[in-house]
């Protein structure tokens, strides 16, 4: 396909009826790729292999096809003779490694509903989320078990435990346990009968309060998203020709090293669940460590890594020896589609000029579709956050909700066929976003005439450190829970290792006194680790209000920001 081809054009090509990615329109007129699997299972159906060939490696630990499959039976059918059936939820709470991902498969496969937590959440975090979604089993590691005290304060739930094989009593039964004792040679079940409306997945989602909300999408949303992934890596094949012919030329087969935790879209539907679909070798961090990125990048001959910019800019400045060499050897580099530093884009283009470099902005309640982009589209438009996908429309509306031209900037109002069902247990908040159909994002931006997406901010008061997203609502809560604390603010400011940084302002109450490193270590006690500020400047006198009795928080990150800019500068 010639580069100078219209970009209409090509989609029209690849959405046409002769296409696989032909498209259907329902009565409400929304569109849906006519080709899309069904339903998660099916997904995982489709995809069985019983080979040795390898599918995922986690530390010294490698995971062939037919292992992978033969203990996702196996743990199917132990789910079944506990009870657990179609459409009951199935927690999952652990760092990103092969028995998470069969935990996953294994609920998905009988119909229940898998519902990861974020694992970096505290106890209190944890237990709120499971409250909420009240699952029949929860499947964690050893750290999340100790962290929520072995109790999931959930009648009923059971718990099965990873990386622990002495963990077998009343609280809890461990991994290994289970594939020992039940029979290997077990096949596998016959096919749940479920619809394409039914619930297919709940994933959490940071909000502006102080709880987060379990997103439940029905299983037309997420397999929809998994093939949209398919159409942006065609769109972006026909149109980066040159590139496409370096990369086959380069005969390497593609190896994901995912870093991004797989609790998030971008690392269960654009990497594990992707890697599945396309028989990919799919590499596991235990944790993100630069140096050990580069060890796997070598032993491992990864070839695509999806990151947030942070990480990419800790790998640039990392000091190893086989730093070019890695950044050579990859094919394809993704990133999230908003908040990558220009001089960051800038260097990356400079460094990676034959590879296929994307952008992609989307939302948990989007099942991540919105627009994304790869390759020479994206070198062509490098400030967008890619082409608006053609199973999502995508509206920018003004503050009262009318539809602003192309090119102006308003609030991202979003409207798909993989857009969530709702919040669950939440009908307030799901009226909140979801207006005749319409997901109000909460971000601003922009589109032009050529279907590009571009995004400019955010309504929200959300912080994003390292794709995390932090409520500052939720950090001055915590603060305040303090006895010595009267009052908090938390707001974010530009940080270049980490995008923004968490800064907190505290007035301390009447005749108290506490330390920095004691509210750091107090926090750190009731939220993640990412919630943490880095910095928290504590004051013995009042924080700044209006005469109507409200915090002036423009004021406060004004002149704090000034003073956290030479603390971080000098540390």
């Known amino acids: 396909m010639e580069r100078d081809v219209p970009l209409s054009q090509l989609v029209a090509q690849l959405t046409s009826d002769e296409s696989p990615f ?37 530390q010294q630990d490698r995971w062939s096809f037919q292992r992978f499959y033969r203990e996702l039976d196996t743990l199917s059918h132990w789910m079944v003779a506990q009870g657990i059936k179609q459409g009951s939820v199935v927690a999952i709470a652990c760092r990103n490694r092969p028995e998470w991902a069969i935990a996953f498969c294994a609920a998905a496969r009988i119909g229940a509903i898998p519902a990861p937590l974020n694992s970096f959440g505290r106890k209190e975090e944890l237990q709120a989320a499971l409250e909420d979604i009240q699952p029949a089993l929860l499947v964690c590691d050893k750290d999340r078990f100790v962290r929520i005290e072995g109790d999931t304060s959930v009648e009923g739930c059971r718990i099965i435990v ?20 039940v029979d290997t040679t077990v096949e596998s079940l016959p096919m749940p009968d479920v619809s394409s409306e039914d619930s297919a997945l709940i994933l959490f989602t940071s909000g502006t309060t102080s709880r987060a909300k379990a997103v439940v999408s029905s299983q037309k949303a997420v ?77 491992e001959q990864v070839t695509q890594f999806n990151c947030a910019p942070s990480m990419l800019l800790q790998l640039f400045r990392e000091p190893h020896p086989d730093k070019q060499a890695m950044i050579q050897q990859l094919i394809g580099l993704g990133f999230g589609g908003a908040g990558v530093p220009e001089s960051l884009m800038e260097h990356v283009f400079k460094v990676m000029p034959d590879q296929m470099i994307g952008i992609g902005f989307g939302m948990t309640e989007s099942n991540g579709v919105a627009s994304a982009v790869s ?117 974010g400011i530009e940080d270049e290792m980490t995008g923004e940084a968490v800064i907190a302002v505290v007035s301390l109450a009447q005749h108290e006194h506490i330390t920095e490193a004691q509210l750091k270590h107090f926090v750190s006690e009731h939220l993640a680790s990412y919630k943490v500020p880095s910095q928290i400047h504590v004051l013995e006198r009042e924080l700044p209000r209006s005469p109507a009795g409200k915090l002036l928080r423009k004021e406060i990150k004004r002149e704090f920001s000034v003073k956290t800019d030479a603390i971080l500068a000098a540390s």
């Not at 031209?405 to 939440?426: A, D, R, T």
Request: with cysteine; hydrophobic share 40%.
């Open 223 to 299: 397999c929809q998203s998994l093939f949209n992934i398919d159409f942006i890596s065609a769109l972006s094949g026909m149109s980066s020709p040159e590139k496409v012919k370096k990369i086959m030329e380069k005969g390497m087969s593609p190896v994901i090293l995912s870093a991004v935790p797989l609790f998030h879209v971008s690392g269960l539907h654009a990497q594990f669940l992707t890697a599945l679909r396309n028989g990919t070798r799919l590499v596991f961090m235990h944790k993100w460590d630069t140096n050990a990125a580069y060890e796997l990048m070598k032993t």
């Open 162 to 181: 990873v990386d622990d094989k002495n963990n077998n009593d009343d609280l809890a039964m461990a991994y290994q346990t289970i594939i020992e004792q």
């Open 22 to 58: 032909a498209l259907q329109q329902d009565s409400d007129g929304v569109f849906a790729y006519r080709n899309a699997p069904i339903s998660l299972p099916q997904v995982i159906e489709t995809a069985r292999r019983d080979d040795d060939a390898c599918f995922m490696v986690y």
């Open 375 to 491: 390759g020479d589209l994206f070198r062509q438009h490098r400030d967008s956050s890619g082409v608006i996908s053609p199973i999502m429309q995508v509206k920018i509306v003004d503050p009262i909700g009318q539809e602003l031209p192309p090119n102006e900037v308003g609030e991202i109002w979003l409207k798909g066929v993989s857009v969530m069902k709702e919040y669950l247990g939440n009908p307030q908040g799901t009226a909140e976003v979801l207006r005749d159909g319409w997901l109000a994002s909460g971000d601003l931006g922009y589109r032009n005439e050529d279907n590009f997406l571009f995004i400019v901010g955010r309504l929200k008061e959300l912080i994003n450190r390292n794709g995390e997203k932090v409520s500052p609502q939720e950090v001055e809560s915590c603060l305040q829970r303090n006895s010595a604390v009267k009052e908090a603010a938390v707001f």
